[in-house]
């Protein structure tokens, strides 16, 4: 199986910080990579798909991008409602795997 | 608008099998493919599997394999996860999602307890 190593694992920001969650891919996974938001006891919520494409109604603030086997999520800006846990996704073999998650937090 | 409504919380004793429902409205579910996620708070996500609706073909984690069963009724637009041999480990939240996972249904909590 591929694993997704995510880091950190928890961090906390302030309003109006630029914050930066990673994965490192164990195997190449292409561009299929997806980031995902998850707020307590809600659904998660695709935030980016592709490694680099912002999904439908996300804010421009939200960016992915990819180095080699690292995969990045950007928020430029963090606002209050971005608190929430964030998981990377690859989908390009079975079984698709989830990173551990980030917990973003208010400081 | 896409919706996927799930089935309520259950309640089940160890070595039982509950059946979870996601219903699709705003498209047909023969359109694309339905995947289904475990979540547990200590645990993260992991991907269960998806089917097929338009010809049931399946697809599963190996280690789900013995334990999902995924179908569905394109009669009534509804996809199907039944868990079976119930343990405490199963005890989780699960979502059904659409295709490239851009939309999720609401989640259904399963407790298995004795």
């Known amino acids: 199986d591929i694993q997704m190593t995510q880091s950190p694992s928890s961090m906390s920001a302030s309003l109006g910080d630029r914050v930066t969650i990673t994965c490192r891919a164990s195997?190449?996974?292409?561009?299929?990579l997806s980031w995902f938001q998850q707020k307590p006891g809600k659904s998660p919520r695709r935030m980016i798909y592709?490694?680099?494409n912002l999904a439908a109604g996300v804010p421009s603030r939200f960016s992915g991008s990819r180095s080699g086997s690292d995969y990045s999520l950007t928020i430029s800006s963090l606002e209050s409602e971005d608190m929430a846990i964030y998981y990377c996704?690859?989908?390009?073999?079975?079984?698709?795997?989830f990173g551990a998650g980030t917990k973003l937090e208010l400081k | 608008e896409v919706q996927l409504q799930q089935s309520g919380p259950e309640l089940r004793r160890p070595g039982s099998s509950v059946k979870l429902s996601c219903k699709a409205s705003?498209?047909?579910?023969?359109?694309?493919?339905m995947h289904w996620v475990k979540h547990r708070p200590e645990h993260g996500l992991e991907w269960i599997g998806w089917?097929?609706?338009?010809?049931?073909?399946?697809k599963y984690a190996q280690k789900f394999q013995s334990k999902a069963t995924l179908t569905a009724d394109t009669s009534s637009n509804t996809a199907y996860m039944q868990l079976s041999s119930l343990t405490s480990e199963d005890t989780a939240t699960y979502f059904c999602?659409?295709?490239?996972?851009?939309?999720w249904g609401q989640g259904a909590s399963v407790t298995v307890s004795s």
């Open positions: 999602a659409r295709d490239v996972m851009d939309a």
């Open positions: 195997q190449d996974i292409g561009n299929y």
């Open positions: 996704l690859q989908s390009i073999q079975y079984p698709y795997t």
């Open positions: 705003g498209y047909s579910i023969t359109d694309y493919l």
């Open positions: 089917i097929d609706p338009e010809d049931g073909e399946t």
């Open positions: 592709g490694a680099t």
